[in-house]
């Protein structure tokens, strides 16, 4: 159970990460995952528009109807953990809607469609393939989710599965973070360091601690109304890492122990996230994390 909540919490944090604005995609973003001649044939009836890549994890799609279609692509450190994992997945969608085995993906998957009264109609899939797990999922607008969505969902699906191994993700190193920066916040014996994307990385110990650095592209104007807004956490301008750094702590809502400072520069933003399970020495307080922040800032 214990790795259970660790993984999950992984995942709520990479989220986290993914709800923080992104541009849409660019004439030269592609998916890693598939391409765009290969969606059309295997989803000819369905125009989609590439809107993000998600820094190299998955790819998001709308629909010239307004659907949404979410490829996502999970890297484990084993697979044993990516066994775990997918059953936890499969479980999850199975309280949404009835699931059954699909054939020729990975090294099993299962597939479904909502019930026709569902609130939100969606059509996925959910593969296992060695260290990878990847779902597909698609929420159409203004009609049902049915095996005339499920089928060609499926289809695109046996097509990315081959190339999941583009992912952005790995574990061991990381271009923002190393394992130094733990000292002080997560226990070292049991680190993990794992790449979530070209702009991403995070570091967790056993206990599902974790630490996280989320870079994105953003104005300056942005960023002053970021440090503008009023919100749950204390704020606290930064300013020996800029005019626009600031810090978060002691929110009322979300992990109130979490310590986030943002950091600009050169049109990139950086959230340096420090989250613990429960209240830790460095809760409530941007001092220390504000090394880390500076090495981060350092490379931006």
Same mark, same amino acid.
């Given at each position: 159970m214990r790795m259970i909540d660790r993984l999950f919490a992984c995942l709520a944090l990479?989220?986290?990460?993914?709800?923080?604005?992104?541009?849409?995609?660019?004439?030269?973003?592609t998916c890693?995952?598939?391409?765009?001649k290969e969606l059309a044939g295997a989803m000819p009836a369905l125009k989609w528009s590439l809107i993000s890549n998600q820094d190299?994890?998955?790819?998001?799609?709308?629909?010239?109807?307004?659907?949404? &279609? &979410?490829?996502?692509?999970?890297?484990?450190?084993?697979?044993?953990?990516?066994?775990?994992?997918?059953?936890?997945?499969?479980?999850?969608?199975?309280?949404?809607?009835?699931?059954?085995?699909?054939?020729?993906?990975?090294?099993?998957?299962?597939?479904?469609?909502?019930?026709?009264?569902?609130?939100?109609?969606?059509?996925?899939?959910?593969?296992?393939?060695?260290?990878?797990?990847?779902? !597909?999922?698609?929420?159409?607008?203004?009609?049902?989710a049915d095996n005339v969505l499920l089928g060609p969902a499926t289809e695109a699906?046996?097509?990315a599965i081959a190339n999941v191994a583009k992912t952005s993700e790995r574990f061991g190193d990381c271009e923002w973070l190393t394992a130094s920066d733990a000292d002080g916040f997560l226990d070292k014996s049991t680190l993990q360091v794992q790449r979530t994307g070209a702009g991403?990385?995070?570091?967790?110990?056993?206990?599902?601690?974790?630490?996280?650095?989320?870079?994105?592209?953003m104005s300056r104007d942005t960023v002053i109304s970021m440090m503008k807004r009023a919100g749950p956490c204390q704020h606290v301008a930064i300013s020996e890492l800029g005019?626009?750094?600031?810090?978060?702590h002691s929110c009322t809502k979300g992990n109130g122990n979490a310590v986030n !400072?943002?950091?600009?520069?050169?049109?990139r933003q950086a959230s340096i996230l420090f989250a613990p399970v429960k209240p830790h020495p460095e809760s409530?307080?941007?001092?220390?994390?504000k090394a880390v922040a500076a090495r981060v800032y350092g490379k931006l």
């Amino acid at each position: 159970m214990r790795m259970i909540d660790r993984l999950f919490a992984c995942l709520a944090l990479l989220l986290a990460i993914a709800t923080l604005p992104v541009p849409p995609a660019n004439a030269a973003e592609t998916c890693p995952f598939i391409t765009s001649k290969e969606l059309a044939g295997a989803m000819p009836a369905l125009k989609w528009s590439l809107i993000s890549n998600q820094d190299g994890r998955g790819c998001i799609y709308r629909g010239g109807r307004g659907d949404t &279609m &979410m490829l996502t692509v999970f890297r484990n450190p084993d697979k044993d953990r990516a066994r775990e994992l997918y059953a936890t997945f499969v479980k999850t969608l199975s309280e949404r809607m009835p699931l059954s085995a699909v054939s020729g993906i990975g090294d099993e998957s299962q597939g479904g469609t909502t019930a026709a009264d569902a609130q939100r109609q969606e059509a996925s899939v959910v593969a296992l393939s060695g260290d990878y797990i990847l779902q !597909i999922s698609v929420y159409p607008t203004g009609r049902r989710a049915d095996n005339v969505l499920l089928g060609p969902a499926t289809e695109a699906a046996r097509i990315a599965i081959a190339n999941v191994a583009k992912t952005s993700e790995r574990f061991g190193d990381c271009e923002w973070l190393t394992a130094s920066d733990a000292d002080g916040f997560l226990d070292k014996s049991t680190l993990q360091v794992q790449r979530t994307g070209a702009g991403s990385c995070m570091m967790f110990d056993r206990e599902a601690n974790t630490m996280a650095v989320a870079v994105i592209a953003m104005s300056r104007d942005t960023v002053i109304s970021m440090m503008k807004r009023a919100g749950p956490c204390q704020h606290v301008a930064i300013s020996e890492l800029g005019s626009e750094a600031f810090g978060e702590h002691s929110c009322t809502k979300g992990n109130g122990n979490a310590v986030n !400072i943002f950091v600009w520069k050169n049109g990139r933003q950086a959230s340096i996230l420090f989250a613990p399970v429960k209240p830790h020495p460095e809760s409530g307080s941007v001092e220390r994390l504000k090394a880390v922040a500076a090495r981060v800032y350092g490379k931006l």
